[in-house]
């Protein structure tokens, strides 16, 4: 939905040469002891991940050290305490090295869009500054970040076997993820559960299934108008490699609406109390896919998923009921 708050992060067009270092030197080190938690967590049951997390870890450090070399050759010793959240164009991360226990497909797709956001982020980086000697240091690491993204298909290969390996994401579905699927699950939820209560207000209000139909109509088509709108002015995918900020608007946008539809449609039925018991079970149905959809794809653990969705969204259903009969 729209904010009517400012957003208060730079451009990363406004960004000095002084602050782009110090935002990589920031970045360097936040990369570096996730890459540490990945592979102490993982240590036991993947050794061979934890290994080649080790090596990532001690390459991140390596580039935090040459940035923080030329940062003090050429600005001196205080950094600018700038991070990717204070700037336009990057996205937070979901703290999956948090989780008790760790998927490996999470991990691999973690690691791609770390690396990928890495490379893209150096590169634009590179075409701002005018200094010679930034501007090459900026090139080689974003060339070295490069070769990383490739450590997403390495990782526990011997342990996943051929078949394994047959299923594994590709480039092309790992971009798929970021453009197409994180902004549609997103855009259901939110199209689910935020509609509930001005369609269920209007039932119980009017008794009226053609009127609660228009309400539902346009409570739908307006959610997915403003979270379409939303998410393609959050990023350009510039910096973040999330794809078209066109594409992501639409997906988002077409899956809020196809969330508030879904228990809008049974008030084409004229009878009120079969159209309304319809509503029911598909709202109930909804809320349920949404707590599956969190544990599949956003590896949020099932019984929570079900509190925050399912509690949640009953309690915007019994909002919506009881204003309607208010």
Same mark, same amino acid.
């Given at each position: 939905?729209?904010?009517l /708050?400012? *957003?208060?992060?730079?451009?990363?067009?406004?960004l000095?040469?002084?602050?782009?270092?110090?935002?990589a030197?920031?970045?360097?080190?936040?990369?570096?002891?996730i890459?540490?938690?990945?592979?102490? +967590?993982? $240590?036991?049951?993947?050794p061979?991940?934890?290994?080649?997390?080790?090596? !990532?870890? &001690?390459?991140?450090?390596?580039?935090? +050290?040459r /940035?923080?070399?030329?940062?003090?050759?050429?600005?001196?010793?205080?950094?600018?305490?700038?991070?990717?959240?204070?700037?336009?164009?990057?996205? &937070?991360? #979901?703290?999956?090295?948090?989780?008790?226990?760790?998927?490996?497909?999470?991990? +691999?797709? @973690?690691?791609?869009?770390?690396?990928?956001?890495?490379?893209?982020?150096?590169?634009?980086?590179?075409?701002?500054?005018? *200094?010679?000697?930034?501007? #090459?240091?900026?090139?080689?690491?974003? $060339? @070295?970040?490069?070769?990383?993204?490739? &450590?997403? *298909?390495?990782?526990?290969?011997?342990?996943?076997? &051929?078949?394994?390996?047959?299923?594994?994401?590709?480039?092309?579905?790992? @971009?798929l993820?970021?453009?197409?699927?994180?902004?549609?699950?997103?855009?259901?939820?939110?199209?689910?559960?935020?509609?509930?209560?001005?369609? =269920?207000? %209007? %039932?119980?209000?009017?008794?009226?299934?053609?009127q609660? =139909?228009?309400?539902g109509?346009?409570?739908?088509?307006?959610?997915?108008?403003?979270?379409?709108?939303?998410?393609?002015?959050? *990023?350009?995918? #510039?910096?973040?490699?999330?794809?078209?900020?066109? #594409?992501?608007? /639409?997906?988002?946008?077409?899956?809020? %609406?196809?969330?508030?539809?879904?228990? $809008?449609?049974?008030? !084409?039925?004229?009878?009120?109390?079969? %159209?309304?018991?319809?509503?029911?079970?598909?709202?109930?149905?909804?809320?349920?896919?949404?707590? =599956?959809? @969190?544990?599949?794809? !956003?590896?949020?653990?099932?019984w929570?998923?079900?509190?925050q969705?399912?509690?949640?969204?009953? /309690?915007?259903?019994?909002?919506?009921?009881i204003?309607?009969? $208010?």
């Amino acid at each position: 939905m729209f904010s009517l /708050l400012p *957003d208060s992060r730079r451009a990363f067009t406004s960004l000095t040469e002084r602050e782009i270092l110090s935002l990589a030197v920031a970045a360097e080190e936040e990369d570096g002891r996730i890459y540490s938690e990945f592979a102490t +967590r993982l $240590a036991v049951s993947y050794p061979g991940s934890a290994a080649l997390f080790e090596g !990532m870890a &001690a390459e991140e450090d390596e580039h935090r +050290r040459r /940035l923080l070399d030329l940062y003090v050759e050429r600005f001196g010793s205080h950094l600018v305490p700038i991070r990717r959240e204070h700037v336009k164009g990057f996205m &937070a991360r #979901k703290p999956i090295w948090l989780m008790k226990t760790l998927n490996l497909a999470t991990v +691999r797709q @973690q690691v791609w869009e770390m690396e990928e956001g890495a490379y893209r982020f150096y590169m634009e980086a590179a075409k701002q500054v005018t *200094d010679a000697g930034i501007r #090459k240091l900026l090139g080689d690491l974003a $060339a @070295q970040e490069r070769k990383h993204a490739d &450590a997403a *298909d390495r990782i526990d290969a011997t342990a996943l076997g &051929a078949e394994g390996r047959e299923v594994e994401k590709t480039e092309q579905q790992r @971009q798929l993820v970021l453009t197409y699927v994180q902004p549609g699950l997103a855009g259901l939820m939110d199209g689910s559960v935020s509609t509930l209560a001005p369609v =269920f207000a %209007a %039932a119980f209000a009017t008794g009226d299934t053609h009127q609660t =139909f228009l309400v539902g109509l346009a409570a739908a088509i307006g959610a997915g108008i403003s979270m379409g709108f939303t998410e393609a002015a959050s *990023d350009d995918g #510039k910096l973040t490699g999330r794809g078209s900020p066109i #594409k992501r608007g /639409l997906s988002a946008g077409i899956m809020t %609406a196809i969330g508030g539809l879904g228990h $809008a449609l049974p008030y !084409m039925i004229h009878d009120f109390t079969m %159209a309304t018991s319809v509503a029911i079970v598909v709202v109930l149905v909804e809320l349920w896919a949404i707590a =599956f959809i @969190q544990n599949r794809y !956003m590896q949020t653990p099932f019984w929570r998923a079900v509190m925050q969705v399912v509690l949640g969204g009953s /309690l915007v259903f019994a909002a919506g009921i009881i204003i309607g009969n $208010a």
